[in-house]
């Protein structure tokens, strides 16, 4: 790991068996990056996932449980250092390979919460996930979930890469979203009554998602406005029309320009010396990565 070196990493996982093999996933790393971090970061997603096991675990008056998804609670390893953890969950569970949907559970309690989107690949969540996951959070917190703007979401597609954990489960094509809070404005640890709140949400979204008919949440390109949501073939198709009159202008430029025998040699030479500076630049960048001469992880 970046300014720690080798250490040893090792993921907790608790499952409780429900009448389907398809696995409902709830990750929260336990990690940090520092002494210095606040409180949140990351005990209350443990302390969220401590009290979902004991919500399944052999009641005094009766027996456990039983949910209709086997659930797989897992406390990773190295979450903020890239997700390390996730990673390796996706590699060797076989709970990984169909699970129904992945919940992440990250910094909570500290202002207004809000979904992490992004993929490892230029692929989103499902919209279901996304939605069901709003809703139950509005209605316990009476406050809508703060998504990624519409153009952080296009960087998001176009250059793809995530902080957080969800974006590892996206790239391997399991729906999964993480949620969190923005931290804005607060300095003090989080209260027991906003943690209490979150816990309902997070309790109430794993009981929307077991009672699910059908297979797994597929992981579509889709753009979240604050009310729907769009296909990425919407974002492909404007940018084909934004095109098509470029390309008909620089068309009718060549014939008009052939016509009057204006001479392209200047004019694509000094394109291709513009072009060339772009092209140089990437050609540093590739070789520093073959190099590993780039930050990596949480660095990057």
């Known amino acids: 790991l970046a300014d720690l070196g080798q250490v040893e990493l090792r993921n907790i996982v608790s499952i409780v068996p429900g009448r389907s093999d398809q696995a409902i996933v709830v990750v929260a ?81 500290r202002g207004r919460p809000r979904l992490a989107i992004a993929g490892d690949d230029p692929v989103s969540p499902a919209r279901t996930l996304v939605r069901t996951t709003a809703a139950r959070f509005s209605e316990e917190l009476g406050v809508t979930p703060a998504l990624p703007s519409l153009p952080a979401q296009l960087v998001d597609l176009g250059v793809p890469f995530a902080l957080d954990e969800q974006g590892r489960f996206l790239a391997a094509e399991l729906s999964a979203v993480t949620v969190t809070t923005d931290g804005e404005g607060a300095t003090a640890p989080p209260s027991s009554e906003r943690l209490g709140q979150l816990g309902r949400a997070t309790e109430a979204l794993v009981s929307s998602l077991d009672r699910s008919v059908g297979g797994a949440f597929r992981t579509p390109d889709s753009l979240f406005f604050s009310d729907r949501a769009a296909s990425g073939w919407t974002a492909r198709l404007t940018l084909i029309l934004g095109v098509v009159p470029f390309a008909l202008g620089l068309v009718d430029l060549i014939v008009r320009g052939r016509r009057r025998g204006l001479p392209f040699g200047p004019a694509i030479r000094a394109q291709c010396a513009r072009l060339g500076i772009w092209g140089f630049g990437a050609l540093v960048v590739w070789i520093g990565a073959l190099a590993r001469i780039l930050p990596t992880g949480e660095p990057l």
């Open 29 to 109: 790393h336990r990690d940090n990056a520092g002494a210095d971090e606040e409180l949140g970061e990351n005990a209350s997603g443990t302390a969220m996932l401590i009290e979902l096991a004991r919500g399944f675990a052999a009641q005094e008056i009766g027996p456990a449980p039983l949910p209709d998804h086997t659930l797989a609670l897992v406390s990773t390893d190295a979450g903020a250092f890239g997700g390390a953890g996730a990673a390796r969950f996706i590699g060797e569970s076989p709970l990984a390979r169909d699970a129904l949907a992945v919940l992440v559970l990250d910094d909570l309690g």
